[in-house]
């Protein structure tokens, strides 16, 4: 049954007087918004195809009233583009179909495909597909909505749920400019470019927040663009913009979306007066979906992408009583393994591992398609080792042939003058390197400082060393950053040009001249396939290890995204590991990563084990599963095991008698 009561509850929270500050919908309006969900909800479920309702009854035949039953070790993704494979005559959404199916079958159970719809053909409008001009719409240049069902058959599918902002190309946009009433109040519309209030906005990008626009009767506007010139800002405190939102995401559950996106979602709504990140009121919107969701679509999960550190993702999953997302990005890891092994030193990666406490179901991905986002992975040191390391990592990407995109911050935000963090301290960095790693630039009268909050480079390039013999080190990083990863509590998300362990695509960067593109390569299928003929070619060999490493993954039970994880305290500062342990608590295995360039021998009997760990070696030997080799053991005492990591190794230990 559907609940016009506690929608309307929703609503009444999210256009709240008292925290707004300045007028809102009347009770009158807010009543009229719930009951037209009502009813937008009631026609999804009265016109469900036979297809959706079948998704549907799988999905409850599958749950005991649990909904993470419905996932296992197996859930594995991989994160593409529409076109990340393209073959001559064919739509890219069947080239990409016919990859999935020939090249990884099994291995991987779910695809994320990034923003595929209409959206400006200019790059530089474009924004990688995230500008977009019509979310009905697949782009005609990657296929149609059948192909898009055509993968959802097979596989879970997550799509994109694009809610902050649209093309200024956008049909939307247009009707807004030619005074079209029914897109009044569609967008922010600002005053005073000099309002105080401006200032406090969380800027994700160094450009300009607001923008002029000339409508069809010669007025000219003044508009907030969080993500740059060409998209503008969408005003979520308008019902009718509420409305034409809830039509696209049922739209993307009528065509085979298991898993939606919701993009840049801290952003979503403004309140003047406020950072405009993270409200309460985004929260509570996210409620509101869930609501309706469990109502229409209870397979369908929600997943928050928020660049932002472990503390504040968390709040999204919401509680008990008032859950949101079932599911969150955790990019934290991402940047703190990278770190580690690029400076030989684990220390804030065990940090956060002594620190994950949580039971919330997350996405792990070693890098996206925009690169390695930087901030999510400080507050697990002190504010100067944070900066530091930062402009040594920012260093080494732009030796290596990277990019780096900025975050705009107002100078009270970011400076500590209790911490160190001066501005003094600042420019001392910035002759860390060739590279000046962050700017303090007048705006407005404000001063700013622009932050590196995005490394644009391939892992395979930041790990890449000039001064080493060894050839093969940057691939010894990769694999291990990959494999302690999908080792830790979460759902593996694989990057498509890591699948086939790709470098910075320089062609690319030239042609469009966006930093984000010089990792975002897209894949002619037809030298591809030359290539995976191959068993010597990189990317076979590549592949071919993803592969391995993914069938290993799926026949554990520890790996099940709610298995229990725990902490192993190991005082060699190269060395870091955890154990897994089944959610029935029978089986057990040790994952440990050395990042440094040298020979560590860790043994079991070292005061940081906990009896959880020694028990696993104490009766039968273990055996690393994925380089299929079994510790040495020197010791007369069984409880005593040598552990031996070669340089940039991760190894998975289980007990010989499980070993499958």
């Not at 369908?300 to 993702?313: C, I, M, P, S, T």
């Not at 001066?422 to 622009?450: D, S």
């Not at 498509?496 to 320089?506: A, K, M, P, Q, V």
Request: aromatic share 10%; glycine share 4%; net charge neutral.
């Amino acid at each position: 049954m559907i609940s016009y009561l506690k929608i309307k509850k929703h609503l009444k929270k999210i256009f709240d007087r008292d925290l707004y500050g300045d007028p809102e919908i009347s009770e009158k309006q807010i009543n009229s918004l719930a009951l037209r969900l009502v009813q937008i909800t009631s026609t999804f479920i009265e016109n469900q195809s036979p297809a959706l309702r079948r998704r549907i009854d799988r999905y409850k035949q599958n749950i005991n009233h649990e909904p993470d039953n419905v996932t296992s070790s197996k859930e594995q993704w991989i994160t593409v583009y529409g076109d990340s494979f393209q073959r001559p005559g064919q739509a890219p959404l069947k080239t990409l179909k016919y990859f999935l199916d020939k090249y990884l079958g099994s291995s991987i159970t779910g695809v994320y495909i990034l923003p595929c719809f209409e959206t400006p053909e200019d790059p530089q409008k474009n924004d990688g597909g995230f500008a977009i001009t019509n979310h009905e719409i697949i782009n005609p240049d990657l296929g149609t909505w059948d192909d898009i069902r055509a993968i959802a058959e097979d596989r879970l599918l997550m799509l994109d749920f694009v809610l902050n902002h649209i093309s200024t190309e956008g049909y939307w946009f247009k009707e807004w400019l030619n005074g079209n009433p029914d897109y009044e109040n569609f967008f922010i519309e600002i005053e005073d470019e000099h309002d105080p209030r401006l200032a406090l906005i969380t800027r994700p990008r160094t450009t300009p927040l607001t923008y002029e626009h000339t409508r069809a009767n010669g007025e000219k506007i003044k508009l907030i663009h969080t993500f740059g010139p060409y998209q503008v800002d969408l005003n979520l405190r308008n019902p009718a913009v509420f409305l034409k939102l809830f039509d696209i995401l049922f739209l993307y559950i009528k065509n085979g979306a298991s898993k939606i996106r919701l993009d840049a979602i801290g952003y979503s709504i403004k309140i003047l007066g406020t950072c405009c990140m993270n409200l309460p009121q985004v929260h509570e919107f996210i409620r509101l979906l869930r609501t309706i969701l469990e109502i229409s679509a209870p397979h369908v999960r929600l997943v928050a992408e928020v660049v932002a550190g472990k503390d504040k993702v968390e709040e999204y999953f919401g509680d008990s009583k008032n859950p949101a997302v079932h599911e969150a990005y955790m990019f934290s890891p991402c940047y703190l393994m990278a770190k580690s092994l690029v400076i030989g030193n684990a220390a804030e990666l065990k940090t956060f591992i002594n620190a994950n406490k949580s039971n919330s179901r997350y996405l792990g991905t070693a890098q996206i398609h925009d690169g390695i986002q930087t901030l999510p992975g400080f507050g697990f040191n002190d504010k100067k080792t944070d900066f530091s390391n930062l402009a040594i990592m920012a260093c080494k990407t732009v030796e290596n042939g990277g990019k780096i995109n900025f975050k705009s911050y107002n100078c009270d935000e970011i400076l500590d003058d209790k911490q160190g963090i001066t501005k003094e301290f600042i420019k001392e960095l910035n002759k860390t390197g060739q590279q000046k790693c962050f700017k303090i630039i007048g705006e407005n009268n404000v001063q700013r400082i622009h932050i590196p909050y995005e490394l644009n480079t391939t892992l395979m390039n930041l790990f890449f060393e000039n001064n080493t013999q060894n050839r093969n080190i940057e691939q010894l990083k990769f694999r291990s950053m990959h494999a302690f990863l999908f080792s830790m509590r979460n759902i593996p998300m694989i990057y498509y040009n890591s699948l086939l362990g790709r470098r910075n695509n320089e062609q690319r960067y030239q042609m469009t001249n966006l930093n984000r593109d010089i990792n975002r390569g897209r894949n002619d299928l037809e030298s591809l396939e030359e290539a995976l003929v191959s068993s010597e070619s990189s990317e076979r060999k590549m592949l071919d290890w993803f592969k391995t490493l993914l069938e290993i993954r799926g026949k554990e039970a520890v790996f099940h995204p709610l298995a229990e994880e725990e902490p192993i305290e190991i005082e060699n500062e190269h060395v870091t590991g955890i154990v897994r342990i089944s959610l029935n608590q029978k089986e057990k295995l040790i994952s440990l990563i050395n990042v440094s360039g040298d020979v560590q021998t860790i043994e079991t009997s070292l005061p940081g084990f906990s009896n959880k760990v020694k028990e696993l070696f104490a009766t039968t030997p273990a055996k690393d599963i994925i380089n299929f080799m079994k510790p040495k053991n020197e010791n007369q005492d069984t409880n005593i095991i040598n552990v031996t990591m070669e340089p940039y190794r991760c190894v998975w230990l289980k007990e010989e008698k499980l070993w499958n």
